[in-house]
């Protein structure tokens, strides 16, 4: 059985939305070009060249989805600041019209009872910021730093929550190392550089938060998987140990005042080489809430390359695993597996699930969605994040990725996350049927076994 009432009363219900991927009006009201318009331009590097546009257009919308969120029974909403609205030239000019139109976001939830949560940085660095090294310049920690103070600034007497930056391994692995994602640049080098110092600025921004705002509760949005090694042997289970230390601990354990996992991560120790005096302490900071958010399973065997790690994911395709939309194994058993390990780190005492979703094909028919898939994902999920619980793990809320269907990434169009369904010819929304079981299980009247 499930009931919101397992969860306790101060448990967090919530949603989760981003600037680059909900907003649209990319060239309005004195926004610059961020790293994403730039990737995606004219549809190159998207999947089925599909060009972003008006991506969910929250920028002209966002008072029927806030509505919408709190129809739904949710009392939170996560979304991200485009730093190229607020900071167009990333360093210094506020631009009024983009404290204008978060104030506005910002006033809507408050009167839709709705708390605010902001994530400073969700992947859209200004381009021209991007021009001058992006987050392989250490000037970063500068740049970062401002607009942190800005947001509290502007917006802090009414927020309270903090998420100081979102999946710094998803941006800087596929970003920096990869090259898959904005802004497309490659190397090992390249990456641990930029890697450093977004960690550094997670610290900062959080010791910047606390300083302005002691009262506010910060914490940073992990991305985590559960992995797993292809078989027994002893390389292979190696590989997926290191595997899971790249993914999980990586970005993990230096705030925490532990250090990178060089030990055992030996090649990344090259890390160090970023390194100025002082940086050892200035990576930690002592987060109110760890934000975890897991999408799928990886299973890990012993490789050549690349180099440093030794290991690879033996493609979801080639296993027996029920995958989604994208194409990613969907394991809902990781999740308590995820909670326990993090629990684990005495100095984690709240973890808050700061996204979790899933994408399956979705039809329109007449003026409904039935998307029962996604309605049983959202229960697995809470069946794992209930059994964590009773079991002492400081959960303390789940946010679903998504609210309304959106842009994803390279992925373009098609991946469908949703709880309402978007029209992108005319921007209809319908609420799905996984929507429509969240309003009953968040008003208390939904069980279900
Ligand atoms: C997460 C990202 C989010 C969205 C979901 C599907 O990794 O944080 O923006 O793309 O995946």
Not at 117 to 132: A, F, M, N, S, V
Not at 185 to 193: D, I, S
Not at 278 to 295: S, V, W
Request: aromatic share 16%; with cysteine; charged share 25%.
């Amino acid at each position: 059985m499930l009931s919101r009432h397992d969860f306790g009363k101060k448990f967090k219900w919530g949603v989760t939305i981003s600037a680059f991927q909900n907003e649209g009006a990319a060239n309005r009201d004195g926004k610059s070009t961020s790293i994403w318009d730039t990737f995606t331009e004219k549809g190159l590097n998207v999947k089925n060249n599909d060009i972003p546009g008006e991506t969910s257009a929250f920028y002209d919308k966002y008072e029927d989805d806030i509505q919408k969120t709190a129809f739904l029974g949710f009392k939170q909403f996560r979304f991200s600041i485009a730093w190229t609205r607020v900071i167009p030239d990333g360093i210094g000019t506020v631009n009024p019209k983009g404290i204008e139109f978060y104030n506005k976001v910002i006033d809507k939830c408050i009167e839709n009872n709705l708390e605010p949560w902001i994530t400073i940085y969700h992947w859209d660095l200004p381009q021209i910021l991007e021009d001058k090294g992006g987050w392989t310049n250490r000037d970063i920690l500068d740049w970062f730093g401002n607009l942190v103070h800005v947001c509290v600034q502007y917006f802090g007497d009414r927020v309270k929550h903090w998420i100081v930056m979102n999946e710094p391994m998803s941006f800087t692995g596929l970003g920096y190392f990869w090259g898959y994602h904005a802004p497309g640049r490659r190397g090992m080098n390249t990456f641990l550089r930029a890697a450093h110092h977004v960690t550094l600025c997670m610290a900062l921004g959080g010791r910047i938060i606390r300083q302005m705002q002691p009262n506010s509760k910060i914490g940073v949005a992990l991305s985590c998987s559960y992995v797993k090694p292809s078989n027994h042997f002893f390389f292979n289970k190696g590989a997926a140990r290191r595997v899971e230390g790249l993914l999980n601990r990586f970005f993990l354990e230096p705030l925490l005042g532990m250090g990178y996992p060089t030990k055992l991560l030996p090649g990344l120790g090259l890390i160090k080489k970023h390194f100025e005096a002082g940086d050892e302490q200035r990576l930690a900071f002592d987060f109110d809430f760890i934000g975890l958010q897991y999408y799928f399973r990886v299973v890990a065997r012993f490789s050549l390359f690349p180099p440093l790690l030794f290991a690879r994911e033996v493609p979801p395709a080639q296993r027996k695993s029920e995958l989604n939309e994208m194409g990613l194994d969907v394991y809902t058993g990781g999740m308590y597996k995820l909670l326990k390990f993090y629990s684990s780190y005495p100095q984690i005492n709240s973890i808050i699930i700061t996204e979790s979703g899933v994408c399956y094909t979705d039809f329109l028919r007449g003026k409904k969605v039935h998307d029962a898939s996604r309605r049983r994902y959202h229960q697995k999920m809470l069946k794992q994040v209930k059994k964590a619980r009773k079991e002492g793990v400081p959960v303390d809320g789940y946010f679903v990725w998504t609210l309304v269907d959106n842009f994803e990434w390279v992925e373009g169009y098609s991946p469908r996350f949703g709880l309402i369904y978007n029209d992108f010819k005319n921007q209809r929304r319908v609420i799905k049927s996984s929507g429509h079981w969240f309003r009953k299980f968040l008003k208390g009247d939904e069980r279900d076994s």
